[in-house]
């Protein structure tokens, strides 16, 4: 058999397929011994584009079928395609071989010995973080005491679900306690969601021992807030739980717990008061003020253990009782290290973090030994938990209780009077409220609330109409509610009314019940355009953040010098309530009646 090379001149018209395939073979020989010698996988695919790209000379080959004759035509593209697939296969099994040769090269050159000595170049080794520290301190106080601590993963999962986080802790799903708490759920049935409080590990607790117990539970918890100076949607938390037999645990016991705790937290001369307040979970409910820089500060929440969690956790509340308190980590870490933004502790800025010490009680240890440094003197004698001068009215006495001493039968209680300087009265005023024009696009009955419309509200929002539940079923019919125009209280947090989810208030006038008990809508004037904020002449500051304004003390503050004049226009401590096209008047001139929201309307109705 005749054969030519693949350099043959135009005049060699004829090739076997035993030349390619020969031709082929020592391409390959040469390919591999090129791909082994790579070192990166970068040099294994400039191999593979000289060898199989469209230049190469494997797929150069497919030129030589018209030099072959009829019948190995056919038989060219099959040697060709085993060739190229053999290829193929090599550079992906070596390209593999060489990301983890260099994944390997690139770990050793970047290893770092741990047991060498934390020595930083740059002369700091730098700081432990301040909300680690606060919450070391306030869990060693505890400890003291001789409470367990509580922080596994198994015993403190930061992902719990509705019953460990609601409803085991009285707050069944239509409570209106939940409003505040809104989380971030996990699940399309709302049963999983990121824990908005630590009081859950005290359930689970509940269901693996048996009192009498002790347990100090930290850790981080999870709210819907928006983040401004004061809020965070993620936070640290603290809670304690003591229970015992029915009698040996009293209010006594707790606020002597309470004041040891603030004591040693904040200082010896801290002034502390107790006022009376509602949790679901405990009953009676207590809030905590200090008294620092001047003004009050409420620092913690606590109380007596409701029987109804008690039994939720199969304890009978006629044999067992006790008590709970909580606190936010951040919140104490700000007051002893006077901070005023709580951004500050997420932003990793190494300038921040090293102003703190290594270790909590660096440099309040012998203050708390009373070997405290001279302090400033002030006309009352007294200083704060910072050790600043304050300066008080003489005339006003509040009276503290002192710290209990309690025996296996009875709880021994002193109290001293001690002279407090008046609490700081804050600028509250109807510039707090983002009131604005609004519109009724569409209404519907509440399924389940007798009481209760649903409406769409346009207030000129570009995310469109907001949805209000409002309780005036029984002074309007639904055909009422479509194009009428309103007055809406705009920076109030979404809350659920009976399910539904309602984000703002309708401004009402409201006359007492003996009085003919009408409610009508307070109307923005003709001309007012949707979206515009009223305006009190004279009040001109800038609207609370829904934060704020949602535990409603504002609107207490406000409220009560809210009403119509005789002429039925709505004032705010007798001006006008007004618009760019003039006042806002209830809808038929009712005079000299209060104003009120919509959802006051609904108090007495089931949520």
């Not at 030349?19 to 996988?41: E, W």
């Not at 509340?317 to 951040?330: D, H, I, L």
């Not at 829904?546 to 809210?562: C, H, R, S, T, W």
Request: glycine content about 8%; overall charge negative.
């Amino acid at each position: 058999m005749t054969t030519t090379s693949l350099s043959m001149s135009d005049t060699e018209s004829t090739l076997s397929i035993d030349d390619i395939s020969q031709t082929l073979l020592t391409h390959k020989a040469d390919f591999t011994t090129k791909m082994t010698a790579a070192t990166t996988v970068q040099e294994a695919e400039l191999i593979r584009v000289e060898y199989l790209g469209k230049k190469g000379p494997i797929t150069q080959v497919m030129s030589s079928m018209r030099l072959l004759p009829n019948d190995d035509k056919p038989k060219l593209g099959q040697v060709v395609n085993a060739i190229k697939s053999e290829l193929e296969a090599a550079v992906v099994l070596r390209k593999e071989e060489l990301e983890i040769t260099e994944i390997e090269r690139q770990m050793e050159n970047e290893r770092v010995d741990v047991t060498l000595p934390g020595i930083s170049k740059l002369g700091s080794t730098g700081h432990r973080h301040p909300l680690s520290t606060t919450m070391e301190k306030a869990v060693d106080i505890f400890v003291k005491l001789g409470y367990d601590t509580v922080t596994d993963c198994e015993e403190s999962p930061e992902i719990e679900s509705d019953y460990m986080c609601f409803e085991a802790l009285n707050c069944p799903k239509d409570h209106p306690a939940r409003d505040m708490q809104d989380t971030f759920y996990l699940t399309e049935d709302m049963g999983k969601m990121l824990r908005t409080h630590t009081s859950a590990v005290q359930i689970r607790q509940l269901g693996k021992r048996t009192p009498p117990l002790r347990i100090v539970a930290p850790g981080r918890v999870y709210r819907k807030d928006d983040i401004d100076a004061t809020h965070s949607m993620i936070f640290h938390q603290i809670e304690i739980l003591a229970l015992d037999e029915r009698g040996k645990l009293n209010l006594g016991h707790l606020k002597g717990t309470v004041e040891h705790f603030l004591k040693n937290m904040l200082g010896p001369n801290i002034e502390v008061r107790f006022r009376g307040s509602y949790f679901p979970f405990t009953e009676p409910s207590m809030e905590v003020d200090v008294y620092f820089n001047g003004k009050w500060l409420e620092v913690l929440g606590c109380g007596m253990v409701d029987p109804n969690v008690l039994e939720m956790a199969g304890l009978d509340p006629q044999k067992v009782s006790g008590f709970a308190a909580g606190f936010g980590v951040e919140r104490f870490a700000m007051v002893t290290h006077e901070i005023n933004d709580i951004r500050e502790f997420y932003k990793n800025d190494r300038r921040f973090l090293d102003q703190f010490p290594h270790f909590y009680d660096q440099g309040l240890t012998s203050m708390l030994d009373g070997k405290m440094p001279a302090r400033p003197k002030s006309d009352t004698g007294r200083v704060n938990a910072l050790g600043e001068a304050i300066q008080g009215d003489d005339d006003e006495q509040v009276k503290t209780t002192s710290e209990v001493e309690a025996d296996d039968d009875t709880s021994k209680k002193s109290k001293k009077k001690k002279k407090a300087p008046p609490a700081a009265a804050g600028a509250v005023d109807i510039s707090k409220l983002d009131m604005r024009v609004g519109v009724i696009t569409k209404a519907w009955h509440h399924e389940e609330g007798d009481k209760l419309f649903c409406e769409e509200i346009d207030i000129g929002e570009e995310t469109g109409p907001r949805q209000i539940a409002s309780g005036l079923r029984a002074h309007y019919d639904l055909e009422d509610l479509v194009g009428q125009r309103v007055i809406v209280l705009a920076n109030l947090k979404t809350r659920k009314l009976m399910g539904f989810p309602s984000h703002g208030m309708v401004l009402c006038a409201a006359q007492e019940e003996g009085d003919g008990g009408k409610v009508e809508f307070i109307e923005p004037p003709v001309g007012a355009k949707v979206g515009e904020r009223i305006v009190v002449e004279g009040f001109d500051g800038e609207p609370a953040t829904e934060n704020q304004i949602v535990k409603k003390k504002m609107l207490n503050a406000i409220f009560p010098d809210l009403s119509t004049d005789s002429n039925g226009v709505a004032t705010y401590k007798g001006v006008a309530l007004s618009t760019s096209a003039g006042p806002c008047v209830a809808q038929n001139q009712l005079p000299n009646v209060p104003l009120d929201d919509d959802e006051q309307m609904n108090e007495n109705s089931d949520r």
